[in-house]
Every structure is written in structure tokens, then in C-alpha cells.
């Protein structure tokens, strides 16, 4: 288990190798640069700008200003924000928890519905009930997440006036945040109401931002659950004369979510891109709107920090689903 | 005994939430988290809102709802005959905000105004370059280097600005948000304790607000400056809520989260007028959308081609299609019907696709490259698809238009470059409502390069724009930028489409609030109904 654990890290640095270049990259071969982006209306003269990009090191070799900007992060050293002048990796921070928060809450919704939507539509094969639900996960998966968080603001949030139309909190409440995390902080304040504010301000993010995720965890249940339905073990168990409820919950159910735990995984991916979308329907302070606004601001240090901790991210989700794969897989450990 | 605890705790009870209750909180939907808080260092007016006009005072300032000067933290100044020197008389009892991060030991005085301009212009200022990438970028734009020898400090009450040439501008730019008083004591004890960097993010001023807190890309929270020198604002807390989609920001004004909301997308502005508790303000904006030919490439170095190609396009057509319900004011010329010196007598080519072609047809021009931008700016919504309507109307007259789109940074990078060929969509809003800051910034030969896209220098308009700034006479300054209009009628260097109006919603509970001409977005002097 160690020497599997230990093959997967060491896939890791050349991938981080690879992720620094691509950041680095990227956002240099979009034209124009942060000067030009920061001058306003006004613009600047030649001579300035010649002087700015001295200033801000844009005029050494771009080799040269990745082998720093690699010096620097080997430091912990991740740069200051152009825009803002504040450290980089301090701003992450700040804001990286109200992603976490939205996307936990986004899986944790897919999770519940999707794994016992995929058993019913499973057990019910062929039924209306599955043509239905399998029907309703198609158009979940083909949403697309602008419309449909509009869609939801539009009847819940202006119509009906059930949820709040965006942000995390009402602003009447002001605390000092503690993890970062609204539903904890709000608690942690002690102020009344506080919390019911949080929770119905995640209601909406939460649903669109899970959507997606919901569609493939049910139908990829569904799937697995009928491919462990047809195995000799399952006949077995009902020759035996156990009761449906057992058959599936307990036998199939157990095999069937290897493949799910793999697929939940690959969602984090999924996910992150979609809070990019979400947090700008709802205006949501986290890192997916904080990135696009440093794309357009070319605000290098941000976008490269950004990608290269996402990347981290979903490198170690997916270390994390290989690993608890092969716990409950033992086979694979072989391979 | 234990009715009065009961009684006394009722008391405090009630006093607890009668406090909260009287607080009265405004929240102003925004459109964008503001890079920082240091208002010399940033151009945007979202950063500007939430720093120079809420925290910040200047010497001189703009009325209120209007582009007049009106005396500021200066009682009063004098100008001298030359135009040389302008000596302001300072207010006294002004006091700099007391905040949990400073706590001044004396008032405002000239030592605060000549650190703030200074530090602007001094590269061996430790503040010149306090953040890695700090630029006086508002300071240099206005060429505040070139026309300033010097502050000069008469006594703690008075100074005295010393300019290298006569610029009557010089006293609207003085307004302007670069030009916000910071305190030197605050500066002085950022400088002992080395956290430089907290002046960009911990602001102090004398403004009616002062800075609480801000949650990154969520919310600014303010209150009412207590020592305030015109005295406290009504309103207890100014909450600003970072709301960057305009949808968004319109369904929250709706549904009551925000009381006050900026540019309303005008696709949304039909909506928020149908609705009975919102009140939606309207005014022409300080501002101009055009296109620029580049008058030194054939064929467009030609006055005639470009007229002809003015004539071609339908432009009540285009504005209706641009702005829809929102509305524009057709351009006549370079500056707004609501400017100063505005020449009534000049009017842009009418369209005439018939006479257009003909002479299009006479100079063989049968193509020209045509830019368009994604960014949606005040003075035009889409560049995108005033370009498509632009070829259409190009393509009746026998010229076939390429349309090159871009992104709004390298667009913009592409576009000032003097051998760009074309016509370059572009549009200017103004900074301090003299006319100056739209023909010299536009126009003006030395800003080939920079900001005139036409790369146009015309000796007679350049004669009238640089006399017009030597002078502090109205009346004569008012006959020069006249006449340099119809210069530019004449010459065509650029297709004048329109200026906009501009929205600010307000829910009617909001008294008090006034739109301004420039574009700001202000919060003293407003009051909420309980």
C-alpha cells in the first residue's frame, strides 16, 4: 500500500513541473499585459510604460522570470497581486474557503440524492420511474449553469421571495471570520439569525453548482448498480431467499459503489470549474471569480498562484480517491 | 428587589435593540472590488467610489450633481495675473478620522497637502514605489509632472501651487480623485512602523465616511466620520456590496437586499422604471462613443473619404439598435450638449449613402479594416454588433469592412498605435467636465500614441486647444474650444456616434442621493426612511 501511495506522489512533481510551465504560460501568450490593464482610460506613454515594465520585471527574458517565479514559490514566496498589491497566497486564503464551503455543500447534495436516485432507477429498471429519473438526470447533466442559476433566482429569489438573491450572509451581520466557513462562523458569532441567513444563502449555489454532479453520480449508480445486479453473487443472494431491501442495500450496493467513489472524485474538477460560473451568478466571493477578474486584469501572479493551488487541489483529491479506491478495491494495488 | 432586576434588565434590553434598531445602514450595490483603497494609485471608478468619495476629501470639489467647483478642504484661493500660481487658503478644525489603526494627534494643515501631492511626483519618495507595483497613474495621465515647479508651504494654513505654464484646467483637475488629502501624520507612522503597504488597504481621510472593513470581493463596510467637518452624515453605515453582474444587482435592488445599485444593464432599465418602489435617475452622461480613422494612412488621410464614410452610416438606426430602451444622445460633436462651450452651430454629416457612394466611388476606396471590442463600455454597449451594422451600411455604398475583434487590454494596446490602419471604435468619459479633458486628451497632437487614436494633428485646432488651456478667461476659452469644434466638423477625423445616458437606481426609502454628472457614485448627504 505504501509503495502504491509512494508510486502516485512521485507522478506528481513532473505533473507540477508541467502545471508551473502551463500557468506561466498561459497567461503570457494572451495578449496585452497587466500594464496596459491597469493604465485606465488615459493610457500611457511609451517612455512610462518602458519604465512600468522595468518595474514590475517584465523586461528580463521570460526564462528568467519563471526561473524566479519557481525560486520564489520554492521559497513560499507566491508574489503580490498587481491589482491589489496584496501577497497573493493571502488573498487565496481568504477567499478559498467560500469555494470549499460551496463545493462541499454542492457534493454533499449530489451525493445524497444522486447515490439513492441511481439505486431506485436501478431497481426499477426499465419502469417509468426509471425512464423518468434517468430522464430528469439527462437534462440535470445537459443544464447549462448560467441559465439555470438565473432560472432558480428569478422564481425563487425575485418571484417568490423564498431565498436571497446572492452573496453569503445578510449584511446586517458582521463578524470577524474565524475558519472562513459561513455556516460555522455564523454559529461561532452567536448572533441570532446569523446561521439561518448562511444556510438560506447556500440553498441556491448549492443546487446549481450540484446539478451537474447529481446527473452523473445517478446515472453512473445506476449503471453500476445493474452490472453487480446481473452477478452470479446477487442470484445467489436472492436464491437464498433474502428480502429485495437487502439484496440491493447491502450486497450490490457495496460492490456497485467502487466505480461511484472514482466518479465522485473526478467531480472536484468538474466542480471547481462550475463555481467559476456559479459565484459570478451569485456573486459568491471565492477563487473561481477571483481568477476570471485576474484573467481579465492579466494579473499574473493570481492566475498563475490560482491554477498551480487548483491544479494542487485536484491533484490531491484525486491521490486521496486512488488510495480509498485501493482500500476498497484491494485488486488494483496489484496492477 | 427582583422586579426591579427585571425591570433594569428590560431597560438595558430595550436600550440594546433601540441602538441597533436607529442605525441606519445604506447598502450600495457595486460593480467591482476595488483594487485598493489609495485613490492616487487607481483609475477605476469602482475603486475611486470606494476610497476618494466616501473617505477622502480634496482642496476643491465638485457640487454635488455637477461639474462646478465648489471649496473643498481650501476655504478659498487666489490665482495670480500670470496664471502661475494659485494659493489656497486651508480650512481650519479639520480633523483626520480616528480609526482603530490611527489616531490623529493634530488637524488637518498644509504639511497634509503638500505630502500628498509630493509623494506623487518624487521618485526618491519612499512612497514613489511603497507596493511592487505602485503608480501615480492618474497623476501622470493628467500631466501633473510637466505643469507642476512646485508646492509651496506659505504657513500652516496656506499654500501655494507654482505651475511651469498657465493651465486653466488646473483647478478641475484639482478635484479629481488623485488629488485626494492624505494625512502626513498617518504616513509618517506607516514609515516608522514599515507597513507602507497599509496605506493602499487601511485608508485615512477626512471625508464624511471612514473605512471599517472589507471582506475580498464581498463587501466594504464604512461609517459616518463622526468629527466630520461639515458634520456627521445621517446615514450610520455605508455598506457596499460587490455585486459585479448587472442582473444580479438589478434583481437585488428589487427584492430589497440593496438600496442603491450602479449601471443597470439597459436591457434590465424598462424593468426597474416599471417597478413602484425604485426610483431611476437618468442624465446624460459626461461621455462619448466615436470611431477613429487613422487620418495619416490612405485612404482615410483623405477628409473627403471620411466624410462620405460618416454619410453612410445610418445613425439614428445604429443608436436605437446600440442602446435600445436605455437611450443616447446623437453626438455632434466631440463633447456633450451638457459641457460648457458646446457649439450649437456644428452638426455631423447626415446620412447620405447616395451622395457617400459617389464619392467613395470617385477615391477607389473599396475596403477598410474596422475594430470592435468585448467590452461593454458606458458610451457603447457593443462594439461587436455596432460594428456588424457598421459594414452593413459600408457594404451599401460599395466598401467591404473586416471586422478585427479583440479583448478590451490588447484592443485597446493595437488601437493607439499611430500606424494602426482603419477605424478604431473607441469613447472617452470625462473626468472633470472641463473640455479640455476631452479634446486635449483625445486630440491633441501630443497624444498620437497614446490616447488619439486618430493620430490627427491639426495646427489650427492644436493652436485653439493649447491657447484655450493658457487662458483663465471663460469667455475667450469658451471661442477657442467653438471654433475648434467646427474644426473638427470640417476635418472628420473620427465618426461621432453618441453619448449615452446613465442610470442609478435608488429604492425611494433612499432620500438625499443626487447622480452625477461624472460618473461618481456619492453617499454623502443621502438618508434612509426608517
Known amino acids: 500500500m505504501l509503495r502504491f501511495i509512494l508510486n502516485r506522489l512521485a507522478l506528481i512533481v513532473p505533473t507540477l513541473i508541467g502545471i508551473t510551465i502551463c500557468a506561466f504560460g498561459f497567461v503570457r501568450v494572451l495578449p496585452g499585459d497587466p500594464i496596459l490593464a491597469l493604465a485606465g482610460q488615459h493610457g500611457v506613454t511609451a517612455a512610462r510604460y518602458e519604465e512600468l515594465k522595468v518595474q514590475f520585471g517584465f523586461d528580463k527574458p521570460l526564462w528568467e522570470q519563471y526561473f524566479r517565479y519557481i525560486g520564489n514559490i520554492l521559497h513560499g514566496d507566491f508574489g503580490q497581486s498587481i491589482s491589489t498589491h496584496s501577497p497573493v497566497i493571502g488573498e487565496f486564503l481568504k477567499l478559498f474557503p467560500a469555494t470549499l464551503e460551496l463545493s462541499l455543500c454542492a457534493v454533499i447534495f449530489a451525493i445524497v440524492l444522486g447515490i439513492p436516485i441511481g439505486i431506485i432507477a436501478a431497481a426499477r429498471r426499465g419502469t417509468w420511474i426509471d425512464q423518468g429519473l434517468m430522464g430528469t438526470a439527462l437534462v440535470g447533466y445537459s443544464m447549462p449553469i448560467f441559465w439555470w442559476g438565473l432560472l432558480l433566482v428569478i422564481l425563487f429569489s425575485t418571484t417568490l421571495h423564498w431565498t436571497p438573491v446572492s452573496g453569503r450572509i445578510d449584511l446586517q451581520y458582521f463578524f470577524k471570520p474565524v475558519t472562513g466557513l459561513m455556516l460555522i462562523d455564523s454559529l461561532l458569532s452567536g448572533q441570532k439569525g446569523a446561521f439561518q441567513s448562511a444556510l438560506s444563502h447556500l440553498i441556491l449555489p448549492t443546487i446549481v453548482l450540484g446539478t451537474i454532479p447529481l446527473a452523473v453520480i445517478a446515472r453512473q449508480t445506476r449503471s453500476a448498480m445493474l452490472e453487480v445486479m446481473g452477478e452470479d453473487y446477487v442470484r445467489t443472494a436472492r436464491a437464498k431467499g433474502l428480502r429485495q431491501f437487502r439484496v440491493v442495500g447491502i450486497h450490490a450496493l457495496r460492490n456497485a459503489l467502487i466505480p461511484v467513489v472514482t466518479t465522485i472524485g473526478l467531480q472536484v474538477g468538474v466542480l471547481l470549474g462550475g463555481a467559476i460560473l456559479t459565484e459570478s451568478i451569485f456573486s459568491w466571493p471565492g477563487i473561481g471569480k477571483w481568477m476570471v477578474d485576474s484573467i481579465y486584469k492579466r494579473d499574473y501572479p493570481v492566475v498563475q498562484t490560482g491554477l498551480l493551488v487548483i491544479a494542487l487541489i485536484v491533484m490531491a483529491v484525486n491521490l486521496i480517491v486512488d488510495v480509498l479506491y485501493a482500500v476498497i478495491n484491494p485488486r488494483i494495488r496489484v496492477h | ?530
Open chain 2, 1 to 530: 428587589m427582583k422586579l426591579m432586576h427585571t425591570l433594569l434588565a428590560a431597560a438595558a434590553l430595550t436600550a440594546v435593540l433601540g441602538g441597533s434598531a436607529y442605525a441606519k445602514t445604506l447598502v450600495y450595490c457595486s460593480e467591482a472590488s476595488p483594487a485598493n483603497f489609495d485613490p492616487a494609485t487607481t483609475t477605476g471608478g469602482n475603486d475611486l467610489d470606494a476610497s476618494s468619495r466616501t473617505v477622502f476629501n480634496r482642496l476643491v470639489e465638485f457640487k454635488h450633481g455637477s461639474t462646478e467647483i465648489e471649496p473643498g478642504l481650501a476655504e478659498s484661493w487666489d490665482v495670480s495675473a500670470d496664471g502661475l500660481t494659485y494659493t489656497f487658503h486651508l480650512r481650519k478644525g479639520v480633523k483626520f478620522q480616528t480609526t482603530d489603526y490611527f489616531t490623529p494627534t493634530r488637524d488637518f494643515n498644509a504639511d497634509d497637502v503638500l505630502w500628498s501631492f509630493n509623494r506623487q511626483n518624487d521618485p526618491t519618495s519612499p512612497w514613489a514605489k511603497y507596493t511592487e507595483t505602485t503608480s501615480y497613474d492618474y497623476f501622470q495621465g493628467m500631466d501633473m509632472p510637466k505643469f507642476t515647479k512646485e508646492w509651496k508651504k506659505v504657513d500652516d494654513y496656506t499654500v501655494q501651487l507654482i505651475l511651469t505654464e498657465p493651465n486653466s484646467p488646473m483647478l478641475a483637475n484639482l478635484g479629481m480623485d488623485f488629488a485626494s488629502i492624505f494625512s502626513a501624520e498617518y504616513a509618517a507612522q506607516l514609515e516608522k512602523s514599515g507597513n507602507l503597504t497599509d496605506m493602499s488597504n487601511k485608508p485615512v481621510g477626512t471625508g464624511p465616511f471612514q473605512f471599517v472593513d472589507y471582506q475580498l470581493d464581498s463587501a466594504i463596510r464604512f461609517k459616518a466620520n463622526p468629527d466630520y467637518w461639515k458634520g456627521k452624515e445621517k446615514i450610520d453605515d455605508l455598506i457596499f456590496a460587490i455585486t459585479p453582474d448587472a442582473t444580479t444587482r438589478a434583481q437585488k435592488v428589487q427584492a430589497g437586499e440593496c438600496d442603491v445599485m450602479a449601471y443597470p444593464n439597459p436591457a434590465d432599465v424598462g424593468m426597474l422604471k416599471a417597478d413602484a418602489n425604485l426610483n431611476v435617475m437618468e442624465q446624460a452622461g459626461l461621455n462619448v462613443g466615436y470611431m477613429s480613422y487613422n487620418t495619416t494612412l490612405a485612404p482615410l488621410d483623405n477628409a473627403d473619404v471620411r466624410h462620405a464614410l460618416n454619410m453612410a452610416i445610418d445613425r439614428d438606426s445604429l443608436i436605437k439598435a446600440l442602446f435600445q430602451d436605455a437611450g443616447a444622445v446623437k453626438a455632434e460633436n466631440l463633447i456633450p450638449p451638457t459641457m460648457w462651450s458646446w457649439n450649437k452651430d456644428v452638426k455631423t454629416d447626415a446620412y447620405d449613402p447616395a451622395k457617400a457612394a459617389e464619392i467613395l466611388k470617385a477615391h477607389n476606396v473599396t475596403a477598410i479594416q474596422l475594430w470592435a471590442s468585448d467590452r461593454v463600455r458606458p458610451y457603447n454597449p457593443n462594439f461587436a454588433r455596432a460594428a456588424e451594422l457598421i459594414q452593413a451600411d459600408w457594404a451599401k455604398v460599395g466598401v467591404t469592412a473586416t471586422i478585427t475583434q479583440m479583448e478590451w487590454t490588447p484592443y485597446r494596446e493595437a488601437g493607439k498605435k499611430p500606424d494602426r490602419p482603419g477605424a478604431f471604435q473607441i469613447g472617452w468619459s470625462g473626468d472633470n467636465g472641463d473640455p479640455d479633458n476631452f479634446f486635449a486628451t483625445l486630440f491633441a497632437c501630443s497624444a498620437i500614441g497614446v490616447s488619439n487614436y486618430s493620430s490627427w494633428c491639426n495646427p489650427a485646432f492644436e493652436k485653439d486647444i493649447q491657447d484655450a488651456k493658457g487662458t483663465a478667461d471663460m469667455a475667450k476659452r469658451t471661442a477657442l474650444y467653438e471654433d475648434a469644434q467646427a474644426i473638427f466638423a470640417k476635418e472628420a477625423p473620427a465618426f461621432l456616434l453618441a453619448h449615452s445616458q446613465v442610470y442609478f437606481v435608488a429604492n425611494k426609502k433612499v432620500t438625499g442621493i443626487v447622480q452625477d454628472p461624472l460618473g461618481m457614485h456619492r453617499f454623502d448627504g443621502t438618508d434612509v426612511a426608517e
